[in-house]
């Protein structure tokens, strides 16, 4: 597959990366397509919509079900969480 045809984020134009579902989620599917990228918009201004609206210090990452299409927030608690399940990067 070539770099034109790699899904990309519609928030920040990087290149979506391949995540590994934990293996006790109920997603039923193994691999998510995620934007990693810490200068979205989408993740940075997640940070302050969930402190708004939930009082939560949290926020999320645009992520896409490969098998479906469906789009949908992946929730995360730090810049780091759920990175160590990257398939690539």
């Not at 934007?35 to 708004?52: Q, V």
């Not at 609206?53 to 479906?68: M, V």
């Not at 299409?69 to 990257?86: I, M, N």
Request: charged share 30%.
């Amino acid at each position: 597959m070539s770099d034109k045809e790699k899904p990309k984020c519609p928030h920040c134009g990087e290149r979506l990366l391949k995540w590994e579902t934990p293996p006790d989620s109920s997603w039923g599917i193994v691999i998510k397509l995620v934007c990693f990228n810490d200068e979205c918009s989408y993740y940075k201004r997640g940070w302050k919509w969930m402190e708004e609206k939930f009082q939560q210090k949290a926020s999320y990452r645009y992520c896409i079900n490969p098998e479906s299409g469906k789009e949908q927030p992946l929730p995360v608690w730090s810049p780091s969480a759920l990175k160590d399940r990257l398939v690539d990067g």
